[in-house]
């Protein structure tokens, strides 16, 4: 299932690249403006949307693997900076972040800068993640602020969080990992969980994703269920 031709082609060149994970369920624009904000934040070259596999702290996805890949192939087809990567559902077992990112560093080398794109309301919680405290010595982490979420304190996190905040992007594109950036996103209120519901009541879930995913879920009569 891996797509990840489009996504290494230029990895050669490559000086920095960003990393966006999610349930993609489905994708939707305050997704890929997530990741493309990413993208121009850190004047990434690319970044790797990577759908979730087994989460181990969250209800597993509402419709399968193959589904949600297809309909990240179809939001992704036409753009240059964003790439979809399927290594957490082609690994067995609970998909832990360390483990993404881990592979990650190793197929892209001890130097280039990894720069991980995380939900605000998410990294509240990754002190209790699976070896939180070895994360940054992986990758920069850019918590992304969405409307109606806030970021906690920087110290409530402990170490080695509180002290590895930075108030400038440029110094996570001039080391390989370690550093803690906050991002102000452009609010788009959307969520995969308010279109499932819409789906679900029989509403057109047009104009909150693309056309081409709006297509194949009428196609493939998804989240037509009641939630």
């Not at 994970?21 to 990741?35: I, K, N, S, T, W």
């Not at 067995?92 to 592979?103: E, H, K, M, V």
Request: proline content about 6%; overall charge neutral; charged content about 20%.
């Amino acid at each position: 299932m891996i797509e990840r031709n489009r996504a290494t082609e230029h990895k050669a060149g490559c000086t920095a690249i960003g990393v966006f994970g999610g349930a993609f369920d489905p994708v939707h624009f305050g997704h890929l403006r997530a990741a493309l904000e990413l993208a121009f934040t850190f004047d990434l070259e690319k970044v790797l949307l990577v759908p979730n596999g087994q989460p181990p702290h969250r209800p597993r996805a509402f419709v399968n693997a193959g589904h949600r890949v297809a309909m990240l192939q179809l939001a992704l087809r036409q753009s240059t900076e964003l790439f979809l990567d399927s290594r957490e559902l082609d690994r067995a077992g609970p998909s832990y972040t360390y483990d993404t990112l881990a592979s990650l560093r190793e197929e892209y080398g001890a130097a280039t800068p990894i720069i991980f794109g995380l939900g605000a309301d998410a990294f509240e919680h990754i002190a209790k993640w699976h070896r939180a405290d070895e994360l940054l010595q992986l990758a920069h982490i850019a918590v992304l602020s969405r409307p109606g979420s806030e970021i906690i304190a920087r110290s409530a996190c402990g170490p080695p969080f509180e002290s590895a905040w930075s108030d400038e992007a440029e110094p996570l594109r001039q080391q390989a990992s370690g550093k803690l950036y906050s991002l102000d996103m452009t609010p788009l209120a959307i969520s995969s969980t308010r279109i499932r519901a819409q789906i679900a009541k029989g509403w057109s879930p047009r104009f909150l994703l693309p056309q081409t995913v709006c297509e194949y879920i009428e196609a493939h009569q998804l989240y037509r269920s009641s939630l």
